[in-house]
């Protein structure tokens, strides 16, 4: 009887951060603050490419529509890429290049998964391919940055401009490489 | 052999200062890490390797859903066995609260009723880790933002009821029982008399936010005055206690964090002192 007294009150309490209770006000405010802030470390460069505003507003509605599925919160975003291509179809359609931006939220969740990959250290990891649409817009000055906001990644100079990339990992770095240049 | 231990203040250490403290090597004498974020093989687990090698490390979890009432997710379970047996960490903690719930991974440190069935049903999930990882684990005091209509008791009672039943440990979060003291008007001064101080293995230090007039633990400011007081105050009591500088968000670069851990060791040292003067 106590026990499901106990259970009574955590589905109550659970169901009211979710509905947005204003009597749990920062606990709902911190489901959507917590999932958000984890897309804004692993999509830096999205980020980057955005407006701030709009990157903050794509985050908080990705994260009250797409619940987190693994206890991992470092591999939140997995469906983060798709949403950003579907912006393609909203009112702001025409004011992003969203496949590019969707492109490099790929690239970015790769480079997640490498940095916390779920495999022996010692096999390297599996590679990671990522196909790039509008590759003209792959300059060698966005790889640069794209570098500098990830410390752990090294980036070749061969993915300039490359359609087909590869993401894996490398002993302590995480590697770039162009898959249609014959890197890997 | 090296006997190896965490003593005096210590800093959580975070992801992007981890190539700094591998490369220059900080005299710090132990860290705590989010035992989460190295579950996995990756690049981050070989980051950990170095780390681990060089400093007595606190494992320190934030997804076991200890207060949940869904079976343990056994994937998380296992790899935190794996990493608890394969490193052995000086301390191992999680927090008095449940994380998951009919599905919904809230990721975030939800507070249960203070009844005597939260008691027993918390106690035993502990007492099923314990016993999984072969060690005693601490459980960690909350921040909260609601009271439960149904708490039969304090906190301080709570957890004292929990670490009995389960003969587990205290993780004593200063700046949480001070969030409580100004958003819920719980005193930290009873909280600290009903509280089995002698259980206490650990101290954590952090800073908070204020929205709209509530005190949110963020971890992510300096820590405040008043939390550097009730420490000083809790030393006279029970010195030589592990303390950690605990700051997740706004991260500043490493040395403003040593700053920080600096003096709550000149702290932690005055009152040994203090209590060997006394003996």
């Given at each position: ?11 109550q ?8 209770d ?137 993915c ?25 | ?25 900080p ?8 035992i989460?974020?190295?579950?996995g ?6 980051l ?8 007595p ?5 934030v997804n ?12 998380y ?8 047996d ?23 440190l939800?507070?249960?009723p ?13 007492r ?9 684990i ?6 909260r ?40 008007g ?36 300096a ?6 007081d ?21 991260l ?15 702290i ?5 002192q203090?209590?060997?003067?006394v003996?």
């Amino acid at each position: 009887m106590k026990q499901t007294s106990y259970i009574k009150s955590l589905n109550q309490f659970a169901e009211r951060v979710l509905i947005g209770d204003p009597c749990v006000a920062p606990y709902t405010n911190n489901y959507i603050g917590v999932h958000a802030a984890a897309l804004e470390n692993t999509f830096l460069m999205v980020k980057a490419l955005l407006d701030e505003p709009v990157f903050a507003a794509l985050t908080r509605v990705y994260a009250q529509h797409y619940p987190a599925s693994l206890w991992d919160l470092n591999r939140f975003g997995e469906r983060f890429s798709e949403f950003l291509r579907a912006q393609a179809q909203g009112p702001r359609g025409d004011q992003v290049q969203w496949r590019w931006v969707a492109s490099i939220a790929d690239l970015e969740y790769a480079i997640a998964l490498q940095y916390y990959a779920d495999l022996d250290l010692q096999a390297g990891g599996d590679v990671i391919n990522v196909a790039v649409c509008d590759p003209e817009e792959m300059t060698e000055e966005r790889l640069l940055y794209l570098n500098q906001l990830h410390p752990y990644l090294s980036v070749s100079v061969e993915c300039v401009h490359a359609q087909q990339l590869a993401v894996w990992r490398q002993g302590l770095q995480v590697i770039l490489g162009a898959l249609d240049r014959g890197e890997i | 052999m090296t006997v190896r231990g965490c003593h005096g203040a210590g800093l959580g250490l975070r992801t992007p200062h981890l190539r700094d403290v591998i490369r220059d090597q900080p005299d710090v004498p132990w860290f705590e890490v989010h035992i989460c974020n190295y579950l996995g093989g990756g690049l981050s687990h070989a980051l950990f390797e170095q780390i681990q090698e060089r400093y007595p490390l606190s494992f320190h979890g934030v997804n076991l859903n200890l207060a949940g009432v869904e079976p343990f997710d056994p994937d998380y379970l296992k790899r935190l066995k794996q990493r608890v047996d394969r490193y052995n960490p000086v301390m191992v903690s999680e927090h008095a609260c449940f994380t998951s719930h009919q599905g919904h991974l809230f990721h975030d440190l939800l507070p249960v009723p203070f009844t005597e069935a939260a008691v027993l049903h918390l106690a035993a999930r502990i007492r099923q880790v314990q016993d999984l990882l072969g060690r005693q684990i601490m459980i960690e005091n909350l921040s909260r933002y609601f009271v439960y209509e149904e708490s039969e008791l304090t906190e301080g009672q709570f957890m004292a009821a929990v670490c009995s039943e389960a003969d587990c440990g205290l993780l004593l979060d200063l700046n949480n029982a001070y969030v409580n003291q100004r958003n819920l008007g719980e005193s930290v001064e009873d909280l600290l008399k009903e509280l089995p101080l002698d259980r206490v293995g650990e101290i954590h230090l952090a800073g908070f936010a204020e929205q709209d007039g509530v005190l949110i633990d963020t971890h992510g400011s300096a820590i405040c005055n008043e939390v550097w007081d009730i420490f000083e105050q809790f030393v006279q009591l029970r010195p030589n206690i592990p303390t950690l500088i605990e700051r997740d968000n706004n991260l500043p670069d490493f040395s403003s964090l040593e700053l920080e851990r600096s003096k709550a060791q000149q702290i932690l040292d005055q009152a040994s002192q203090d209590q060997r003067a006394v003996l």
